[in-house]
């Protein structure tokens, strides 16, 4: 017959190298887990609860992983007696300690020729489940003495805390996990403690309990004292989140934060030559040369000026926090060409009352560049011919072609 010893929770403040949450409920937890591990006594198969059991009555214990691990499962006891039940030398069962993910394990196992019994003192108890992917040595923890079939110590509860961070602290960070079902040994009192779930959107963000580091986000499971604690949490790019919740014993109390965006951001002005030219900035009309200061947010954007006549001109620019700049915009006209082609060579051709150039002798055919667009007068005039007047448009980066047909008189 083997006993399990009865212990009370461990609140010593910790610090190692790797991240360890020191967890009123938990001992010692991974802020950080990247796979789980369960316990839980036959009692309360959820492992959520805090089952009674009385002195002398059997328990058995399950663990289960959810990723192939190595298990070690530790029972402490009030006095500093720390007995280490898995693995253990008293059968193979227990020398064994690897569980592929998804498999479960019992103590006693099913048809065991022993039982695990409840030992005084009465109080509040617990088993700690420590998953690794890694094997472990366990010895700063338990060791095997005189009782040769299951590892103890007598090193307490702030010895416990200081051996585990030893005993994790070669092992990858997101290589090892931790869980804790609690028990009575005797009634059972009110209990003294209540649980936080606390999530956020987006996860990840880095949770406090009363100024204390309690894991990232989502934090599924964190135990402490009944009464009002402050929760806050903090993600870089996001406003702090901060709640005052008030925690009954025995309960569950969900803080579910959504997250608010720091809003960065820093203006700029636009300016144009010529003036009164549309802005878009991102596609979104902002006004027209000169504008006032506008605010715009952090990063790089796209401004777009644009006037009837005048070529689009695009301008990126960055805008920092805290930033303030001018953004000017030079545009050129749009342009396009005419092609003339005449019947009288020597003559002159006109637009808009300007001189323009001469229909060449032979092939008759003129080419002038460089027009603006929009709608222009064309006047052609030779000796003893009838003057050509006509109208016509010029497209940008298009060519309109003219005929001109002249008679004499």
Known sequence: ????FAVILLFAPFAMAQSIVVSPRGIVVNPLPTFEVETFLDKDPSGEGSPSYQIGES????VRVSEDSFIYLYDVKSNGQITQILPNRFDAFGQNNFLRAGETKFFPPAGARYTFTIDPPRGLSKVIAV???ERLN???IAS???DTNFARSNIGEDGFADAFGIVVQPVPQQDWVTDTALYFVGNSPVFPFGTLSISSRPSGARAFVDNQFVGFTPVARFGT????HTVRLELDGYETFTATVNLPPGETVPVNAVLRQVRRTGTASFTSQ???VQVFVDGRSVGTTPTGVITFEEGNHQARFSLAGFQDLLVNFTVASGSNQTINGVLRRALGTLTIQANVGGAQVFIDGSAAGTIPNGSGRLVINNLSTGKHELVVIAPQFSTFVSEFRIRAGETTEVRVRQSRR
Not at 1 to 4: E, N, Q, S, Y
């Open 1 to 4: 017959m083997k006993k399990l």
């Open 59 to 62: 328990v058995r214990i399950g």
């Open 131 to 133: 998953a690794s992917k």
């Open 138 to 140: 366990t010895d700063p």
């Open 144 to 146: 095997f003495g005189s």
């Open 225 to 228: 004292r009944p009464g009002n």
């Open 274 to 276: 010529p003036s009164n």
